[in-house]
């Protein structure tokens, strides 16, 4: 009913910077807030970001002033971004998305996942 699909993973030295992407499609009637988690080897798998469908933003302390979550109301307000500056090798990790969705078919919501997108930095 649901997908969302991640993209914008790579392999990058410390410093460098990425923009993952995630753009949610389907039976959508409305989202709620969407979010970024990420799961490195042997961990478990940990909030990053979110950002509500009022534009509020929040940021787990170890990306804060690193990490930038958006929309981009213009083009798509089912697409969120994630704005990675200042990469470390401890944000190696599978980065998810998230999104809490209110469907055409249900006045619910409910979590959806993306597959997830490797984010690899090398030190």
């Known amino acids: 009913q649901v997908q969302l699909v991640e993209s914008g993973g790579d392999s990058v030295q410390a410093g460098g910077s990425l923009r993952l992407s995630c753009a949610a499609s389907?039976?959508?009637?409305?989202?709620?807030?969407m979010a970024w988690y990420r799961q490195a080897p042997g961990k478990q798998r940990e909030w990053v970001a979110v950002i509500t469908s009022g534009g509020n933003r929040n940021y787990t302390d170890s990306v804060k002033g690193r990490f930038s979550i958006f929309r981009d109301n213009a083009k798509n307000k089912n697409t969120v971004y994630l704005q990675m500056n200042s990469l470390k090798p401890e944000d190696t990790a599978v980065y998810y998305c998230?999104?809490?969705?209110?469907?055409?078919?249900?006045?619910?919501?409910?979590?959806?996942w993306g597959q997830g997108t490797q984010v690899t930095v090398s030190s």
């Open positions: 998230n999104a809490g969705v209110r469907t055409l078919y249900d006045s619910r919501v409910d979590d959806y």
């Open positions: 389907g039976s959508i009637f409305s989202i709620n807030r």
